[in-house]
């Protein structure tokens, strides 16, 4: 009777709570202080889209200023591959592209209404369609800030060169 029990219990919680339930719709990225880079990223926050569009907002620890640079690189699936880049500077355009990794773009996909970015005060604020280029369960960004004609050491990475936030849903559930 125990045994019975048991694998009820384990077949419920098999077709009641599978693994895409537990990821979160909403993730904050802290980022530590670091006066040597030229634009501080301070923390990322993924939002899952109450619509067509998911929310990553970026806080630094200044105001934009001109020639501020920001970055973002999104998967979209489960590959831990970069699948969406989009890319900003203060006070002029954007672009958005199909991603080739980490260190090209491909295709100019602007025109689809992918993404949008904003940069204001200390917050650079992108609206993405995860499901944009296929469909997509949940998504995850990384982001680098820069300074045009500083260093290279002064660039910043969120939550590393190279690295990806953990994933969120890219909808909220019934979306």
């Known amino acids: 009777m125990r045994r ?19 990821v979160p719709t909403e993730r ?12 501080d990223i ?43 880049y989009v890319t900003g500077v203060g006070f002029s355009e954007y672009a958005v592209f199909k991603a080739r990794g980490w260190t090209g773009h491909g295709r100019d996909i602007s025109d689809r209404g992918c993404a949008a970015l904003r940069m204001v005060g ?8 995860p499901s944009c280029l296929a469909p997509s369960a949940r998504y995850s960004v990384s982001v680098r800030s820069s300074v045009h004609q500083e260093p290279a050491s002064t660039v910043d990475f969120a939550p590393g060169e190279h690295q990806l936030t953990r994933k969120v849903r890219s909808s909220l559930p019934g979306q």
């Open 4 to 22: 019975l029990g048991i694998l009820l219990a384990l077949l419920l919680g098999l077709t009641v709570t599978p693994a895409f339930a537990a």
């Open 28 to 39: 904050t990225v802290t980022d530590p202080a670091e006066p040597g880079m030229a634009w």
């Open 122 to 129: 200390r917050r650079s604020v992108v609206r993405i369609d």
């Open 42 to 84: 301070r923390s990322v926050t993924l939002r899952a889209a109450d619509g067509r569009f998911a929310k990553v907002v970026v806080r630094h620890s200044r105001r934009v200023a001109a020639g501020d640079g920001i970055d973002l690189w999104f998967d979209t699936n489960d590959d831990r591959v970069p699948d969406i």
